[in-house]
Protein backbone atom coordinates (compact mmCIF):
# COMPACT_ATOMS: atom_id res chain seq x y z
CA UNK A 1 0.00 0.00 0.00
CA UNK A 2 1.46 3.20 -0.99
CA UNK A 3 -0.83 5.48 1.09
CA UNK A 4 -3.85 7.69 -0.04
CA UNK A 5 -3.24 8.28 -4.07
CA UNK A 6 -5.70 10.92 -5.30
CA UNK A 7 -6.40 12.09 -9.28
CA UNK A 8 -6.03 13.78 -10.73
CA UNK A 9 -2.97 15.55 -9.64
CA UNK A 10 -4.07 19.06 -11.96
CA UNK A 11 -7.15 19.78 -13.38
CA UNK A 12 -7.98 22.80 -15.76
CA UNK A 13 -11.58 23.49 -16.10
CA UNK A 14 -13.45 26.42 -17.86
CA UNK A 15 -16.24 27.84 -15.79
CA UNK A 16 -19.25 26.40 -15.64
CA UNK A 17 -17.92 22.65 -16.01
CA UNK A 18 -18.34 19.72 -14.11
CA UNK A 19 -15.32 18.05 -12.84
CA UNK A 20 -15.15 14.74 -10.60
CA UNK A 21 -12.42 13.59 -8.27
CA UNK A 22 -11.23 10.73 -6.82
CA UNK A 23 -9.31 9.21 -3.82
CA UNK A 24 -8.45 6.03 -2.63
CA UNK A 25 -7.39 5.91 0.85
CA UNK A 26 -4.70 3.22 2.79
CA UNK A 27 -6.96 -0.03 2.51
CA UNK A 28 -7.80 -0.38 5.97
CA UNK A 29 -8.84 2.70 7.08
CA UNK A 30 -12.30 3.58 7.73
CA UNK A 31 -12.26 7.07 7.59
CA UNK A 32 -12.05 9.50 4.45
CA UNK A 33 -11.90 13.12 4.64
CA UNK A 34 -12.09 15.71 2.05
CA UNK A 35 -10.33 18.95 2.47
CA UNK A 36 -10.06 22.21 0.02
CA UNK A 37 -7.25 24.51 0.72
CA UNK A 38 -6.08 27.76 -0.42
CA UNK A 39 -2.90 29.88 -0.33
CA UNK A 40 -1.59 30.25 2.99
CA UNK A 41 -4.75 28.67 4.69
CA UNK A 42 -4.99 25.29 6.69
CA UNK A 43 -7.19 22.55 5.26
CA UNK A 44 -10.72 23.68 5.13
CA UNK A 45 -12.76 20.42 6.05
CA UNK A 46 -15.42 19.84 3.07
CA UNK A 47 -16.71 16.49 4.37
CA UNK A 48 -16.09 13.00 5.72
CA UNK A 49 -17.34 9.29 5.81
CA UNK A 50 -17.24 6.49 8.32
CA UNK A 51 -17.20 3.14 5.51
CA UNK A 52 -19.59 4.59 2.74
CA UNK A 53 -21.74 6.56 5.11
CA UNK A 54 -21.28 10.41 5.06
CA UNK A 55 -21.61 11.66 8.45
CA UNK A 56 -21.16 15.40 7.87
CA UNK A 57 -20.88 17.77 5.45
CA UNK A 58 -19.81 21.05 6.26
CA UNK A 59 -22.76 23.95 5.92
CA UNK A 60 -19.99 26.44 3.84
CA UNK A 61 -20.36 23.54 1.14
CA UNK A 62 -22.84 24.77 -1.46
CA UNK A 63 -25.17 21.88 -3.49
CA UNK A 64 -23.22 22.33 -6.06
CA UNK A 65 -20.64 20.01 -4.22
CA UNK A 66 -21.12 16.33 -3.84
CA UNK A 67 -18.86 13.21 -2.17
CA UNK A 68 -19.54 9.71 -2.25
CA UNK A 69 -17.74 6.71 -1.22
CA UNK A 70 -20.13 3.90 -2.40
CA UNK A 71 -18.28 0.97 -1.19
CA UNK A 72 -16.69 2.16 1.73
CA UNK A 73 -12.89 2.44 -0.22
CA UNK A 74 -12.76 4.74 -2.77
CA UNK A 75 -14.44 8.05 -2.71
CA UNK A 76 -15.35 10.94 -5.39
CA UNK A 77 -15.74 14.54 -4.83
CA UNK A 78 -17.64 16.14 -7.35
CA UNK A 79 -18.41 19.96 -8.50
CA UNK A 80 -21.01 20.73 -10.52
CA UNK A 81 -21.01 24.24 -12.79
CA UNK A 82 -17.67 25.25 -11.10
CA UNK A 83 -16.96 28.84 -10.63
CA UNK A 84 -13.67 30.77 -9.97
CA UNK A 85 -13.77 30.66 -6.59
CA UNK A 86 -13.08 26.82 -6.74
CA UNK A 87 -10.02 27.03 -7.75
CA UNK A 88 -7.84 25.58 -4.85
CA UNK A 89 -5.98 22.18 -3.73
CA UNK A 90 -8.38 19.55 -2.88
CA UNK A 91 -7.02 17.50 -0.42
CA UNK A 92 -8.34 13.83 0.58
CA UNK A 93 -7.14 11.90 3.85
CA UNK A 94 -7.94 9.01 5.42
CA UNK A 95 -7.41 7.52 8.89
CA UNK A 96 -8.72 4.83 11.24
CA UNK A 97 -11.66 4.82 13.80
CA UNK A 98 -10.04 2.53 16.55
CA UNK A 99 -12.09 2.31 19.98
CA UNK A 100 -13.85 5.58 19.68
CA UNK A 101 -11.13 7.45 18.78
CA UNK A 102 -9.59 8.88 15.38
CA UNK A 103 -5.84 8.32 14.66
CA UNK A 104 -3.93 10.80 12.51
CA UNK A 105 -5.07 11.50 9.02
CA UNK A 106 -2.86 10.40 5.96
CA UNK A 107 -2.98 13.40 3.42
CA UNK A 108 -2.90 12.56 -0.46
CA UNK A 109 -0.69 14.78 -2.77
CA UNK A 110 -3.98 16.90 -3.31
CA UNK A 111 -5.62 17.89 -6.63
CA UNK A 112 -5.24 21.16 -7.83
CA UNK A 113 -8.31 22.96 -9.70
CA UNK A 114 -8.00 25.98 -11.77
CA UNK A 115 -11.09 27.53 -13.15
CA UNK A 116 -10.56 29.84 -15.95
CA UNK B 1 -17.69 31.17 17.46
CA UNK B 2 -15.26 28.14 17.35
CA UNK B 3 -11.73 29.08 16.35
CA UNK B 4 -8.37 27.53 15.64
CA UNK B 5 -5.98 30.16 15.80
CA UNK B 6 -2.27 29.93 14.81
CA UNK B 7 0.16 32.46 16.31
CA UNK B 8 1.77 34.58 13.64
CA UNK B 9 1.45 33.46 10.18
CA UNK B 10 5.28 33.51 9.70
CA UNK B 11 8.24 33.17 12.03
CA UNK B 12 11.98 33.31 10.70
CA UNK B 13 15.08 31.97 13.45
CA UNK B 14 18.13 31.13 13.25
CA UNK B 15 19.42 28.05 12.91
CA UNK B 16 20.45 26.19 16.15
CA UNK B 17 17.65 28.27 18.08
CA UNK B 18 14.40 26.67 19.30
CA UNK B 19 11.07 27.80 17.07
CA UNK B 20 8.13 28.09 19.37
CA UNK B 21 4.79 28.13 17.66
CA UNK B 22 1.35 28.77 19.78
CA UNK B 23 -2.34 26.99 18.92
CA UNK B 24 -5.04 28.75 20.64
CA UNK B 25 -8.56 27.43 20.28
CA UNK B 26 -12.34 29.14 21.62
CA UNK B 27 -15.28 27.37 22.17
CA UNK B 28 -14.00 23.90 21.76
CA UNK B 29 -13.56 20.84 24.59
CA UNK B 30 -11.37 18.82 22.19
CA UNK B 31 -10.10 15.53 23.63
CA UNK B 32 -6.64 15.77 21.88
CA UNK B 33 -4.66 17.86 19.32
CA UNK B 34 -2.46 16.65 16.41
CA UNK B 35 0.36 18.52 14.68
CA UNK B 36 1.24 17.97 11.24
CA UNK B 37 4.01 19.67 8.94
CA UNK B 38 2.84 20.86 5.21
CA UNK B 39 5.72 21.65 2.52
CA UNK B 40 4.53 23.51 -0.60
CA UNK B 41 2.42 21.74 -3.11
CA UNK B 42 2.17 18.48 -0.59
CA UNK B 43 -0.25 16.93 1.41
CA UNK B 44 0.26 17.37 5.55
CA UNK B 45 2.07 14.74 7.43
CA UNK B 46 1.21 13.41 11.08
CA UNK B 47 3.95 14.92 13.65
CA UNK B 48 2.46 14.31 16.87
CA UNK B 49 -0.89 13.74 19.09
CA UNK B 50 -1.22 14.56 22.87
CA UNK B 51 -4.17 14.13 24.52
CA UNK B 52 -6.32 16.54 27.14
CA UNK B 53 -5.06 14.39 29.89
CA UNK B 54 -0.82 14.54 28.69
CA UNK B 55 1.05 17.97 29.74
CA UNK B 56 3.56 16.98 27.62
CA UNK B 57 4.98 15.09 24.32
CA UNK B 58 8.07 14.82 22.89
CA UNK B 59 9.39 12.83 20.05
CA UNK B 60 12.97 13.32 18.99
CA UNK B 61 13.46 17.14 18.42
CA UNK B 62 9.55 18.21 18.92
CA UNK B 63 8.13 18.65 22.23
CA UNK B 64 4.35 19.45 22.29
CA UNK B 65 2.44 20.83 25.40
CA UNK B 66 -1.22 21.01 25.52
CA UNK B 67 -2.84 23.14 28.44
CA UNK B 68 -6.76 22.75 28.67
CA UNK B 69 -7.16 25.79 31.40
CA UNK B 70 -5.09 28.38 28.84
CA UNK B 71 -7.21 26.28 25.44
CA UNK B 72 -3.42 26.25 23.98
CA UNK B 73 -0.79 23.95 22.49
CA UNK B 74 2.39 24.52 22.25
CA UNK B 75 4.88 23.49 19.45
CA UNK B 76 8.66 23.39 19.87
CA UNK B 77 11.29 22.64 17.38
CA UNK B 78 14.65 22.36 19.00
CA UNK B 79 18.04 22.48 17.99
CA UNK B 80 16.59 23.97 14.65
CA UNK B 81 17.72 22.92 11.03
CA UNK B 82 16.90 24.68 7.74
CA UNK B 83 15.56 21.48 7.05
CA UNK B 84 12.60 21.92 9.69
CA UNK B 85 11.63 25.00 7.92
CA UNK B 86 8.08 24.33 6.60
CA UNK B 87 4.53 25.43 7.13
CA UNK B 88 3.23 24.05 10.65
CA UNK B 89 -0.41 23.33 11.26
CA UNK B 90 -2.00 22.15 14.45
CA UNK B 91 -5.72 19.97 14.02
CA UNK B 92 -7.86 18.94 16.66
CA UNK B 93 -11.37 17.15 16.98
CA UNK B 94 -14.35 18.93 18.12
CA UNK B 95 -16.61 18.31 20.85
CA UNK B 96 -16.72 16.09 23.22
CA UNK B 97 -16.71 12.84 21.52
CA UNK B 98 -13.11 11.89 20.37
CA UNK B 99 -14.79 10.72 17.16
CA UNK B 100 -15.86 13.29 15.31
CA UNK B 101 -14.06 15.31 12.28
CA UNK B 102 -10.54 16.27 12.46
CA UNK B 103 -10.55 20.14 12.01
CA UNK B 104 -7.16 22.67 10.84
CA UNK B 105 -5.63 26.10 12.04
CA UNK B 106 -4.42 28.18 9.22
CA UNK B 107 -1.03 26.98 9.69
CA UNK B 108 2.37 29.02 10.72
CA UNK B 109 5.34 29.60 8.31
CA UNK B 110 8.36 28.53 9.81
CA UNK B 111 11.46 29.36 8.12
CA UNK B 112 15.14 28.88 9.84
CA UNK B 113 18.11 30.75 8.57
CA UNK B 114 21.61 29.22 8.20
Known amino acids: DTGVSQDPRHKITKRGQNVTFRCDPISEHNRLYWYRQTLGQGPEFLTY????????KSRLLSDRFSAERPKGSFSTLEIQRTEQGDSAMYLC??????????????FGQGTRLTVV | SQKIEQNSEALNIQEGKTATLTCNYT??????LQWYRQDPGRGPVFLLL?????KEKRKERLKVTFDTTLKQSLFHITASQPADSATYLCALVPGYSSASKIIFGSGTRLSIRP
Open chain 1, 93 to 106: ASSLLRTNMNTEAF
Open chain 1, 49 to 56: FQNEAQLE
Open chain 2, 27 to 32: NYSPAY
Open chain 2, 50 to 54: IRENE
